[in-house]
Structures are given as C-alpha cells and as structure tokens.
C-alpha cells in the first residue's frame, strides 16, 4: 500500500509533472521488492501474517493479533456496507 502526500505549493504544469514522476519511480521500486519477495519465496500476505499471528498466540500463550472484540466490529461495519450496497442495487432495478 502506498501514501501519497503531495507538498506542491501550486498546481502548475511543472509541479504536477514532477509530482507524477516522482510517484511512477516509487510506485515501481515497491513493484520491483515485492517481485523480488516472491521470487524468493519470502512473500507473505496481510492474510498469511494474521494466520500466523493467531497460531503464535495459540502455541506461545500470546495475545491474538486482532482481539475479538475489533473482528466483531469488522463484521458489522462489513454488514452494514453490504447492506447498503444491496439497497442501493434494488432501487437501481
């Protein structure tokens, strides 16, 4: 994932320009390390880390990754935004 923050102190030509090369070359070496990661077999995902952290909490007797009380919040918040996309789809038809 990247962040961008941009420090123009205008919105011309030159400014924007730079700004867009500057954000290709970074978003090109993120490219080339994750490429790398996988190459070597060295990659893991947001989905693998939290697996490993809840067996690490299970063997080692640590606290999970994510408390239950926040997963529970996910669903919901999950719930709701599907809720609404399902409303928003039947008033479409």
Same mark, same amino acid.
């Given at each position: 994932?990247?962040?961008?923050?941009?420090?123009?102190?205008?919105?011309?030509?030159?400014?924007? +320009?730079?700004?867009?090369?500057?954000?290709?070359? #970074?978003?090109?070496?993120?490219? @080339?390390?994750? $490429?790398?990661? &996988?190459?070597?077999?060295?990659?893991?995902?947001?989905?693998?880390?939290?697996?490993? +952290?809840?067996?690490?909490?299970?063997?080692?007797? #640590?606290?999970?990754?994510?408390? @239950?009380?926040? $997963?529970?919040? &996910?669903?919901?918040?999950?719930?709701?935004?599907?809720?609404?996309?399902?409303?928003?789809?039947?008033?479409?038809?």
């Amino acid at each position: 994932m990247n962040l961008n923050i941009h420090r123009r102190k205008n919105l011309n030509r030159f400014n924007v +320009g730079i700004s867009g090369l500057s954000e290709s070359l #970074r978003l090109g070496i993120n490219v @080339a390390k994750a $490429g790398t990661k &996988v190459l070597l077999r060295r990659y893991k995902n947001t989905h693998d880390l939290l697996i490993e +952290g809840f067996l690490d909490s299970i063997i080692k007797n #640590r606290p999970l990754p994510v408390p @239950a009380e926040e $997963g529970r919040e &996910v669903v919901r918040v999950m719930k709701l935004i599907v809720d609404n996309l399902e409303k928003e789809k039947e008033q479409k038809v």
